[in-house]
């Protein structure tokens, strides 16, 4: 008696969301950054998975997201003084992603209300930290637009509405185009099924970016070992510049 | 071809690398100048962080440099002993040289000082080079008495103590003025991240009466210390040499060097110099636009390392 009551209060506690979950996989899970790279394509694919019969209301909607590691930076703004342009101020951003792709299904505001987007900082507006950064220049607001800007224009965020193809309320799939300027770390990938706006359910995944090969010797060489790397380097130099001497003697012969 | 490099973790194109290193390696050869007032600023406009185009050019420079003085000696044109006095007062003038920039760095106007010191030096070593090869050439074309031509023109330099014979370059100085030199390129060298070849190739010319043929190859063979030095301080000091990025420019420095090396010996010595006032002109002006000019985008972005 008392556990067919806690059955069907667990069942009532249950959200009725919930009888629709997510089941996503990646093209591949590491990238190897060699001194070839030219950048990479990853498939992130899935389909929903249903204990219950299609429920009613608006259709299902993916949001697929990609993260880069973040880092902090500083923005500095130039200003005229003396007639010449320099930087005046500056403002430090506390963290900000390196790299970010937002792809959807449908148009963003049909996909996601604005309370679940803060809830789980679906877009740039919720992973952009900038925590008092109001005492340290004028018009601080400036600054983190410009930020979006450059970082919107150089590709380095990507905005892409509608480019989830999701069929049969059932099947997704999403290609991200990962740039070649990619810098290593863990890059986060997370899949939304939103109805209504609300997120029904949602999965994160990580892809290891890592550099390999002689990319990997060096930048650990120029790390652990600063003065030999240096002194290579030099030698390097000094054989380069030998070699040329001497291949040129040759060929005026 | 796109290649990606390790240190500054940007992917270019590798032939463009390659294309860089050779225009300023050919230039270096030519002139004797490391080209390092060049270098920065390409690999700047083409994307590499500040830091990483500092610390590679050096190395870059080494090289080219090395090159350049091996095709010099051949012609027995790097005076040893002079390169020596002015790479003892170098060492000295870049360890100031990189207290002062230490000391703008806390100030926080690091940039701004070297911009403006690149305008002021090479705008005047520019401007004057200019004018007096303009003249040489001139003369030179002029019809008449030939101009009684004196080896060197004594002044105040000739009557400083502890005199020294340079052989290669036919003078008997003092010391103090190649040493005196020498600091003040260092200085210059270690505010402005350059070897100092465009100021030392007319200092040598004008202030010490060295022959300009001399001067190229005793200034390669100063350059390739102060920059080696340089190199390895960043690489111990902020990790920013990136090799790979240095290999390729290398490359294409080492055969550009040569290249310059064999049309340098073609030319006249006012020739040669009214080129290179031009070239360190240009960029000077260019570097003053940048100042005075207002730029597309106002806000620049620089990630800082995690701790």
């Known amino acids: 008696m008392i556990r067919a009551a806690l059955l069907a209060l667990g069942l009532l506690a249950l ?47 993916v949001i697929v997201t990609v993260e880069g590691p973040s880092t902090p930076l500083i923005i500095r703004r130039k200003e005229r003084s003396f007639g010449i342009w320099l930087n005046r101020s500056a403002v430090t951003i506390d963290r900000a992603p390196s ?40 018009g601080a607001g400036e600054f983190v637009e410009a930020l979006r800007r450059i970082r919107l224009n150089n590709e380095q965020w990507r905005v892409e509405e509608s480019r989830v193809l999701f069929t049969e309320q059932t099947l997704f799939r999403s290609d991200v185009v990962l740039p070649a300027n990619l810098i290593e770390g863990d890059y986060r990938v997370r899949v939304f099924l939103t109805r209504g706006g609300r997120v029904v359910d949602h999965l994160e995944r990580n892809i290891g970016v890592r550099k390999a ?30 070699a040329a001497n001497a291949g040129f003697k040759l060929l005026r012969r | 071809m796109q290649i990606y490099l390790p ?8 032939f463009m690398l390659l294309g860089i290193g050779g225009i300023v390696g050919f230039l ?37 440099s090395i090159s350049g003085v091996l095709a010099q000696l051949k012609r027995k044109a790097v005076d040893f002993p002079m ?40 705008g005047l070593i520019g401007a004057m080079m200019f004018v007096e090869s303009a003249r040489a050439m001139i003369r030179a074309r002029r019809p008449g008495p030939a101009v009684v031509r004196r080896a060197h023109v004594h002044t105040w330099v000739h009557r400083l103590p502890l005199k020294m014979k340079f052989r290669s ?56 210390f102060v920059t080696g030095f340089t190199t390895v301080v960043h690489a111990v000091n902020s990790h920013t040499v990136d090799m790979m990025l240095a290999l390729l420019l290398i490359l294409g420095g080492v055969v550009g060097a040569q290249m310059g090396a064999q049309i340098g010996l073609r030319l006249k010595g006012e020739q040669l110099r009214i080129l290179l006032a031009l070239l360190v002109l240009a960029v000077a002006i260019k570097i003053a636009f940048d100042l005075l000019l207002r730029p597309d985008e106002l806000f620049s972005i620089t990630p800082m390392v995690l701790p």
């Open chain 2, 28 to 64: 270096s050869g030519m002139f004797g100048v490391g080209g390092g007032f060049l270098i920065t600023p390409l690999l700047l406009f083409i994307g590499i962080p500040p830091g990483i185009a500092v610390a590679t050019g050096a190395n870059q420079v080494v090289a080219s």
């Open chain 1, 99 to 138: 790299f970010y792709v937002v792809a959807t299904s449908a148009p963003l505001a049909r996909s996601l209300t604005e309370t679940e987007n803060q809830r789980h900082g679906v877009t740039l507006d919720y992973l952009i930290r900038a925590v008092g950064i109001t005492a340290e220049a004028e």
């Open chain 2, 169 to 224: 370059s036919g003078l008997y100085i003092s010391v103090l003025p190649p040493f005196a030199v020498g600091a003040l390129v260092g200085v210059l060298a270690g505010i402005m991240g350059v070897g100092g070849g465009f100021i030392l190739v007319p200092a040598m010319i004008y202030i010490l009466g060295m022959p300009t043929k001399v001067v190229i190859g005793t200034s390669l063979f100063q350059i390739i």
């Open chain 2, 7 to 14: 240190i500054a973790e940007v992917s270019v194109n590798a």
């Open chain 2, 83 to 122: 390169g020596f006095v002015l790479l003892a007062g170098g060492i000295l003038g870049s360890w100031a040289g990189v207290r002062v920039f230490a000391w703008m760095t806390a100030l926080g106007q690091v940039d701004l000082f070297v911009q403006l010191s690149y305008v002021l030096f090479l």
């Open chain 1, 213 to 242: 090969g002689l990319e990997r010797f060096l930048f650990v060489t120029a790390h652990d070992q600063p003065f030999l790397y240096g002194l290579a380097s030099l030698l390097l130099a000094a054989v380069a510049g030998w």
């Open chain 1, 15 to 61: 959200p009725a969301a919930a009888s629709e979950t997510i089941v996503a996989g990646l093209s591949q899970s590491r990238v190897s950054i060699t001194a070839n790279f030219d950048g990479s394509e990853i498939l992130i694919y899935g389909a929903v998975k249903r204990d219950a019969p299609f429920p009613d209301g608006p259709p299902l909607q």
